[in-house]
């Protein structure tokens, strides 16, 4: 169990390096970044100020260094429209983001989970026809037009829910909803072709002999074997989640980090994208690792691979 | 990995999946399939198929509705966007875009990543655990994160888009086709080539390739649709195909505001993306079935 906490945490850090390498080397390269840190209007003296606090006149090393130094501090540079620090502005955003990934998370896991079990259970009738139809367009829909879909049906034609900015619970549907449309399909394509494949074991097959009702069956012992499939994508589902957050964000007015960046590439305010991205990756990449150590501390064969 | 050992590599050598392929055409999906054929020859023909000019801006024709709405006509069978210019012609100048970009995406991605995947699984011991940390590093970024501050430093153009997705898209393939490809290499005909004195690169273009070829295949058509809706992604955020240039994600971010008075503006690019993408997931289903039944999880 510690080599494989071992391996996963170092395997984290080094993506996190490597991106954070990826990043600066990119901004280096292509260009001056003294510019792309001040607004096109800047005069010399600020351009020179930013060289200088960069230390772009240094070797590579040393300007890495900082970089990584100043982004350990949780100092980000300011903001190029607001003059505002980034780190304020995440501070506010930060919150309402998760908030959001979170609701969908609930509404992910009570949707996809009773589909992915019905569908397998009624294999074959309309309830899995339904099911499956369900899952594989919600592969194909982009959640930004899911969104702007519902705004037009439950906003301008019905008028039953507000469009946008955060407020009461009603606020929380229709983008909720959206990003977590994806996933459902998703996992409810996978619980469902696990779930067929748990029914068909032997130990379901015992459970049955020893005369356990049915139910206890389907939603006891094949759903907790089969969940194991979707625990191990756990991850990946959180970190589609956060990207796709981004989107929802960005039709629904969510005052959250998503927005936060679109109006940073709105306009070329790099320091809050970069600060944004960078940010998010490392949740992205965080929550993936606590996932995949919290599976194999349940399920020892992971470890023991 | 002998799970990954598949029915095409019977033939030792010179397996050949092209006859099963051609011969499974029969129970192809017709309806997807022919949503396919329509995408790419509207991505062809754009010039020769549209009576309107995709950029041209008309302010006195803002927003008029498709011809069955009052106020519309067959001129703009479905509508003008907010600067008056055509939607069914920018949606057909789009599906270029789109094909542009999962084509080249996929074949440099798809293409480097094999090759990465060969070499890993045919070298094995130290170039493989380097070359498969690699590859899990990158399947650890987030794509569309990683895709948006690039396009931020090097500024949004087709090409840049491209190379996003690529630098990001490789891991993938990589990771599979060495999967494959370590089943592979505990098998006679490899054993056998090595003894005749085949080269390397010989073997794993000769050998190892043909073999891996359905995988291959399958990910490639699973991946178009989803390459596609990234870049709709991207575009829709501003840090995609930039405008004027018609891409279904940056029509849908024009018609964004006019959600409650011009419906039609985000509508139908919405159902182009949604349909060609199905049309690939379903073939791209209907091919893994057909071509490796062990591959379900991919």
Same mark, same amino acid.
């Given at each position: 169990m510690q080599r494989y906490i071992v391996k996963r945490v170092g395997e984290a850090i080094l993506a996190l390096f490597a991106l954070s390498i990826i990043i600066f080397l990119m901004v280096r390269m292509t260009g001056d970044p003294a510019l792309l840190m001040l607004p096109p209007d800047a005069g010399a003296d600020a351009l020179e100020d930013i060289r200088h606090s960069m230390g772009l006149d240094k070797p590579l090393v040393v300007q890495y260094g900082l970089f990584i130094r100043d982004y350990a501090h949780g100092s980000f540079g300011d903001s190029l429209r607001s003059k505002t620090p980034v780190s304020e502005l995440v501070k506010d955003r930060l919150p309402n983001s998760l908030k959001l990934v979170g609701t969908a998370a609930v509404i992910v896991l009570l949707i996809s989970i009773p589909l992915g079990v019905l569908s397998a259970v009624y294999r074959g009738t309309w309830i899995d026809t339904l099911a499956t139809g369900f899952a594989v367009l919600g592969q194909a829909v982009p959640v930004f037009w899911l969104g702007i879909l519902m705004i037009q049906l439950f906003t301008v034609k019905l008028g039953w829910l507000p469009s946008s900015g955060m407020g009461g619970l009603d606020h929380y549907i229709m983008p909720a909803f959206a990003l977590g449309f994806f996933t459902v399909a998703a996992i409810q394509r996978l619980l469902r072709s696990s779930m067929l494949e748990a029914m068909d074991s032997e130990y379901i097959k015992l459970a049955r002999i020893k005369g356990l009702t049915e139910f206890k069956v389907i939603w006891k012992h094949a759903l907790r074997n089969s969940m194991i499939s979707v625990i191990t994508l756990g991850g990946i589902y959180i970190a589609i989640l956060i990207t796709l957050g981004i989107l929802v964000e960005v039709v629904f007015a969510w005052p959250g980090m998503g927005r936060l960046m679109f109006q940073g590439i709105v306009f070329r305010d790099f320091p809050v994208v970069q600060a944004v991205v960078l940010i998010s990756a490392a949740i992205v990449i965080f929550s993936s690792l606590v996932v995949d150590i919290a599976y194999a501390y349940l399920d020892p064969r992971i470890r023991l691979q | 990995m002998a799970k990954s050992i598949n029915t095409a590599a019977i033939q030792p050598g010179k397996a050949n999946p092209w006859p099963k392929i051609l011969a499974s055409l029969k129970s192809a999906p017709l309806i997807p399939l022919s949503i396919i054929l329509v995408f790419v020859l509207a991505a062809i023909l754009a010039d020769l198929i549209?009576?309107?000019?995709?950029y041209q801006v008309r302010l006195s024709d803002r927003l008029i509705p498709p011809f069955w709405q009052d106020g519309g006509s067959w001129s703009h069978p479905l509508g003008t966007d907010p600067l008056g210019r055509d939607v069914l012609t920018r949606i057909t100048y789009g599906a270029r875009v789109s094909i542009i970009i999962a084509a080249a995406a996929l074949a440099i991605g798809g293409g480097f990543g094999t090759l990465i995947g060969l070499t890993a699984g045919y070298y094995g011991g130290k170039v493989d655990s380097i070359l498969m940390r690699l590859a899990d590093i990158t399947l650890a970024f987030p794509l569309i994160l990683f895709a948006i501050l690039l396009v931020m430093v090097l500024g949004p153009s087709m090409m840049n888009v491209i190379i996003a997705i690529t630098l990001v898209l490789w891991a993938r393939y990589a990771r599979v086709i060495r999967g494959e490809v370590l089943g592979l290499m505990q098998r006679d005909f490899i054993a056998r080539a090595k003894v005749s004195g085949a080269s390397d690169w010989r073997i794993m273009m000769r050998h190892l390739l043909p073999n891996v070829m359905p995988t291959l295949i399958v990910l490639l058509t699973l991946q178009v649709g989803w390459v596609i809706i990234v870049e709709a992604s991207l575009s829709f955020l501003g840090a995609?195909? $930039? !405008? !004027?240039? $018609?891409a279904w994600g940056g029509m849908l971010a024009e018609g964004r505001e006019y959600v409650s008075t011009a419906w039609w503006v985000t509508t139908a690019p919405g159902i182009a993306i949604m349909l060609v993408v199905l049309a690939f997931n379903l073939c791209g289903d209907w091919l893994r079935e057909r071509l490796d039944p062990k591959q379900r999880s991919i």
């Open positions: - | 549209t009576f309107h000019d995709a995609g195909i $930039p !405008p !004027p240039t $018609p």
